[in-house]
């Protein structure tokens, strides 16, 4: 069985946002430090450049730049990219186990029936992997903006052990493979501080090395956690993996390299998801009516902002323009550290059918409109009005959700007037000309009327609705057209 494995040196600086970088046109010196350990684990170049090295101290690093960004180590962030960047490569390739918080696993050989050879295998991923959008923000890596190491091997831990070492070999040739992995360092097998030390005591210094001893031998002298890492670097024992499963949902996170406190500024980033968002929708033939926006504040509880469309869009030029219309009535407790951008229901996308010989251009549909409205006013303030079976005129309709089609009951193909308002006196006189038409209803809910409708005109030439009651008073409650 073949295995390819991937590992993301950078990948939690390579995830950052910073907003500045489209108005300075350069990076700064970034860092990203193990505050447990107080030793830097991931540098970008500009870092790099300045003398700073992995394993260098915050001091030490502090003392070689005077610009030097700091970004704590955050393993959960990792392990979050991490997903997504599986939850992307599973269009490509079905069998995934994620080595959190850095690496991805995928077993090869099932695949080569699809793809044909293992070239073209690994062309498909590259080229997928660099349509991924997920990075680029503030990385000085040449493709997709994520460091890449990868190796194959016929066991899963064999390659992850070749990638880390930054084998970047592709083969499917056992005698090249073998011949690699013996020649790595102990020190790179991916096995404790405590054992690696324990087997340069007695010489053991390449995996070559280690690979000579009979497990028997080695079972005498170290602990079960050794023997299991060498019987599945070999393929002796067998290596239990979890393979990941996609769930149908979009969920995407972005950290940010700076804490921002103004939601205007917060669309610069926001638009990065959007893109990721638009090519996850187009890839599948999706659309979606609402994304949720968490923001996540500092000491605060997050903030979850909601942005609608009235019909299902999935380009992010639209969303871009809703989204920022609703930000602007958003207020923030506290500065935003990072932000995630979920899609929860999706449907098929249904292409808008326009006439040929319509030469109408520039105009925009309904449901655009009522996205605008929504995204300026408030979804609670946008509604529209539908018609409802009660025979009582003013309370014949009610509101709905904005163009909500119905079906008009049977008794309103009766003479109605056009405008409709609450009933108000009749004060002047009018001639009757056509009725009376008795309505008698209400009796279920404490609100009966009894009325006799009438049409009528006034003198100035007006066209009303009137209509008496019991106690054999006047009442005007439309107007005709």
Known sequence: ????????????????????RQEEGRLPAIVVLDAQHNRVVQINQVASAAGIQLGMGLGTAASLSQELQVVEYQPQREATKLQEIAHWLYDVTADISLFSPQGLAMRVTPML?????????????QQHLGR???????????????????ATATTPLAARVLARSGANMLTDQQEHIQAQLRGLSIRQSDLSTKDVERLSRIGVLTIGDLLKLPLADLARRFDIGLINHVGRLTGQFRHPLDFYLPQSRFRQSLELLYEIDNTGVLQHPLSHLLDQLEAYLRQRGWMTERLELLLHQRDRENKKVSIASARGEYQASVWRSLAALTLQHVSLDAPVH???????QVSSY??????????RQGCVAAEQLVSLLQARLGEARVQGITLVDDHRPERANQRSKPLTPAQAPA????????LMFEPRALREKVELLHG????????????????????????????????RNEQREWFVQGMFS
């Open 1 to 20: 069985m073949l295995w390819l494995y991937l590992h993301f040196p950078r990948l939690q600086l390579e995830t950052l946002y910073q907003p500045e």
């Open 113 to 125: 029936r699809l793809y044909g050879d293992l070239p073209r295998y690994w062309q498909a991923v």
């Open 132 to 150: 991924w959008r997920g990075a680029s923000c503030v990385s000085d890596a040449p493709v997709s903006g994520l460091s890449l190491q990868f």
């Open 338 to 344: 990072s932000m995630t951008l979920c899609v929860e």
């Open 350 to 359: 249904q292409a808008e059918k326009l006439d040929l010989l319509d030469g």
């Open 411 to 418: 008794h309103l193909n009766r003479l109605r007037p056009s």
């Open 436 to 467: 009376p038409e008795r309505i008698v209803t209400g009796w279920w809910d404490q609100q009966t009327v009894k009325r006799d409708y009438y049409v009528a005109r006034n003198q100035a030439g007006q066209w009303l609705w009137v209509f």
